[in-house]
């Protein structure tokens, strides 16, 4: 069963900054792409940033030039780093990783941005 362990996250004021980390194990495969979602409260869970094995990174219009998504192939690891924070932000961050099995799912982590 492959395992996603996430750290990071936490209560940040406004324009903060914040980085998530994300390693999997158990992969068995090679893995296609890793990337963040998040959920906020009473909404549906939606892409923040992914990226492909071979670097090519996606970002959702709202975090372009705030979050920087990267990738260490060899520890199969996933980190985004987020800038200048803002409410708007806050929600459940989940690590997502896909490989030829299919795609698995972090257990989440929480982002607070207060203003």
């Known amino acids: 069963q492959v395992q996603l362990v996430e750290s990071g996250g936490g209560l940040v004021q406004a324009g903060g900054s914040l980085r998530l980390s994300c390693t999997a194990s158990?992969?068995?495969?090679?893995?296609?792409?890793m990337g963040w979602y998040r959920q906020a409260q009473g909404k549906q869970r939606e892409l923040v940033a992914a990226?492909?094995?071979?670097?090519?990174?996606n970002y959702a219009d709202s975090v372009k030039g705030r979050f920087t998504i990267s990738n260490d192939n060899a520890k199969n690891a996933v980190s985004l780093q987020m800038n200048s924070l803002k409410p708007e932000d806050t929600a459940v961050y989940y690590c997502?990783?896909?490989?030829?099995?299919?795609?698995?799912w972090g257990q989440g982590t929480q982002v607070t941005v207060s203003s």
């Open positions: 997502n990783v896909v490989i030829f099995a299919g795609s698995y």
């Open positions: 990226i492909t094995s071979g670097g090519i990174t």
């Open positions: 158990r992969t068995y495969f090679s893995i296609n792409a």
